[in-house]
């Protein structure tokens, strides 16, 4: 997979289908940062949980390093991590990252054969 392959399945990830399934990541990240504050009692921040959320994919990834899923995810928990720490919530449709096909070059101009040789 071509790493602007994964940027575009982690970007619809993260603002599209996870987010339709399972709600905005800020919101989800806040209630795991305050359950494992409580389990663990030790603050624990949102940005806290996207970093941790990545280290899990990492080791994840360790047992099987050709898993792309896992690369995948590691994008969006990075891109969430980020979006949390910088203080730049998604708060209108962003536009999506694209991709367009590049047209494939010409072929060669073929020979032609001529007696006496190519020409």
Known sequence: MKRTELLVAANTLVTKDREDSHGKPEDTFSLIARLWSEYLDHQISEVDVAMLMALLKIARQRGNNSHT???IDLAGYAACAAELATGSEQIAEE??????????????????????GFG
């Open 69 to 71: 899923d896992n690369y």
């Open 95 to 116: 536009p999506r990252i694209t991709m367009t096909p590049v047209p494939p070059p010409p072929p060669p101009p073929q020979q032609q054969y001529t007696p006496g």
